[in-house]
């Protein structure tokens, strides 16, 4: 019987034991990660409290609990590697160098937002940094990552740059596989051996429906079987797990032998999105997950194994907390954009 028919009866069981590969990472690469994740958690806990107050309008979805995943994979690319994320978007752009005083003002719909405050919380988005948006429409991003891809191929073999392939990966959910487009375009990406990471990063719920119940076939890594391209799995809850499967995806896609599929086993710590008051999943199974916190996990095993001192641990906290209270002065001082330039970005000048 698939493992994944159970998960909501015995959360944990299957999933690997964390944190027993690390011996080999530098103490300044784990810190590295601690303060990316910590800057997610941290913003995404500020939207909270500023949606709350009714700063922000229509729907907010936060990252809390999956941001072992956005670092684990988006801190080996390099800048000019694109990103391809979902409504879930801010931490993904946040991770690949966006900086939280641009998203929060998008997110305040101010015209210093990284979308001119035009796009909200779900369009985030920068060309500087190849970060392709902030989609919400689920499944849309992925022909748009195939496109990206597609770009860096084509430059490559029609204008014969001698410069690397740039790699694009693309995020999203496991409700979101059940949709055509994902199987349109894994299909397409081997085709066509496009340099793009299909990461679905499988938080077992898809608003109030639980994965087991709305998926034929629920191991969503094996799905690449069918059409050619490696697919992993990997616990979503452990950075560095994450970190290793990235590394191996990301090399496959430079070097311009192919897609890879990673399925990140994952888990939502709020609800859908902040309009939701999250009545569906079992006490036990949010407890469950909560006790295999990435962030916490991290910091436990850097402070037992003496990688870093209390007192550096906590300065990279304090600058966090710092950098999120700078980015919400600036969003609200900003101004808002004018009425009379409403359609001003529609077109292209
Ligand atoms: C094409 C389309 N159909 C339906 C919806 C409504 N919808 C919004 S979120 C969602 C669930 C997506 O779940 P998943 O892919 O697991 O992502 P998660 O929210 O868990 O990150 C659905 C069906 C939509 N946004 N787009
Ligand atoms: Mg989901």
């Known amino acids: 019987m698939c493992k994944k028919k159970n998960i909501t ?12 590969n690390k011996n080999s990472i530098a103490a300044d690469i784990l810190l590295s990660l601690y303060e990316d994740m910590l800057l997610g958690r941290n913003f995404e806990d500020m939207c909270a409290q500023m949606y709350y107050r009714g700063k922000m309008f229509g729907f907010v979805h936060l990252y809390n609990g999956q941001e072992a995943v956005s670092t684990g994979v988006i801190k080996l690319l390099r800048h000019e590697d694109y990103v391809c994320s979902t409504y879930r978007d801010h931490v993904h752009a946040i991770s690949k160098g966006v900086h939280p005083k641009y998203v929060m003002s998008e997110l305040f719909g101010k015209e210093t937002g990284c979308s001119k405050g035009r796009g909200g919380s779900m369009h985030i988005f920068s060309r500087e940094h190849n970060f392709l948006g902030g ?10 990552a195939l496109g990206a891809a597609f770009q860096s191929v ?27 487009q ?12 496009l340099p793009v990471i299909f990461v679905v990063e499988n938080n077992q719920w898809a608003i109030g429906m639980a994965h087991h119940r709305s998926t034929s076939s629920p191991e969503i890594y094996e799905k690449a079987k069918v059409f050619g391209l490696p697919g992993v799995e990997v616990d979503g809850m452990d950075v560095l797990a994450v970190r290793k499967v990235a590394e191996v995806a990301i090399s496959r896609a430079r070097s311009g032998a192919g897609p890879t599929l990673i399925e990140a086993l994952t888990y939502r710590f709020r609800g859908h999105s902040l309009a939701d008051p999250d ?16 962030i916490k996990n991290l910091k436990n095993y850097i402070v037992q194994n003496s990688l870093a001192n209390l007192d550096d641990l906590n300065n990279i906290e304090i600058n966090v907390k710092k950098d ?21 970005y529609l077109l292209t000048e």
Request: one cysteine or more; aromatic letters at 14%; a negative charge.
């Open 154 to 180: 084509y430059r490559k073999q029609i204008f014969h740059t001698s410069v690397d392939l740039n790699v694009t990966v693309c995020f999203f959910g496991d409700g979101t596989t059940n949709n055509g």
């Open 135 to 144: 989609f919400a429409f689920i499944g849309e991003g992925i022909p748009v």
């Open 324 to 344: 999120i209270e700078d980015a919400v002065s600036f969003a609200l001082s900003s101004p808002e954009p004018d009425v009379q330039e409403l359609k001003k």
């Open 182 to 193: 994902f199987f349109e375009c894994l299909n397409m990406s081997v085709l066509w051996k």
């Open 9 to 20: 009866s015995t959360p944990l069981t299957f999933l690997s034991k964390t944190f027993d």
């Open 279 to 294: 009545e569906l999943r079992s006490r036990k199974e949010k407890d469950a997950w909560l006790m295999r916190d990435p």
